[in-house]
């Protein structure tokens, strides 16, 4: 390999559009003092992965609004992308999360799985978490069909879930 080319990605356009205008404003945001604050005062339990960030890898994560299962993920960074989603939900938790700023009493993160780098295996393990937690903003576990990981759609949708839950 030539140590003079440069790597090119070969990303596909929906997932370029999410790293530009979601996940490196949200990775500058966690990183300035603001996001520290937050991701301090309001998600401890993120605050925790922080010195961790490099060993939480590949895992299946929760995130609990209200001590409600609001959503479960999972990525290979695993606190890289638990940072986009604190950002949405010290920005914007009424389009992502379906509750507005002054309604959140509480937001817990927890790491479901030690690290599975194989990401069949590692989507196959958050399926089963979706199934067994049934969360809020994910509903669709036992529809034919659906992606049981599939979310609500952003807006009413999910505000109407989060009501329905007892988050609010």
Not at 120 to 139: C, F, G, H, T, Y
Not at 145 to 163: E, I, T, Y
Request: hydrophobic share 35%.
């Amino acid at each position: 390999m030539n140590p003079n080319k440069k790597k090119t990605y070969n990303y596909n356009k929906k997932f370029e559009k999410y790293l530009q205008e979601e996940f490196q404003p949200a990775q500058a945001w966690a990183d300035s003092e603001e996001g520290r604050s937050y991701i301090r005062e309001k998600i401890p339990s993120l605050d925790a992965l922080r010195p961790k960030e490099e060993e939480v890898l590949a895992a299946v994560y929760l995130i609990i609004i209200n001590h409600k299962p609001a959503y479960i993920g999972q990525s290979l960074r695993t606190v890289r992308r638990l940072y986009t989603h604190a950002y949405h939900l010290a920005n914007d938790p009424e389009t992502y999360f379906g509750i507005r700023q002054n309604e959140i009493s509480s937001i817990e993160i927890r790491i479901a799985t030690p690290p599975i780098f194989n990401e069949i295996s590692r989507m196959a393990a958050e399926e089963a978490w979706v199934r067994a937690q049934k969360p809020v903003l994910q509903p669709y576990y036992n529809i034919p069909g659906m992606r049981p990981d599939a979310c609500l759609p952003r807006g009413l949708a999910r505000r109407d879930a989060m009501k329905q839950a007892g988050a609010i």
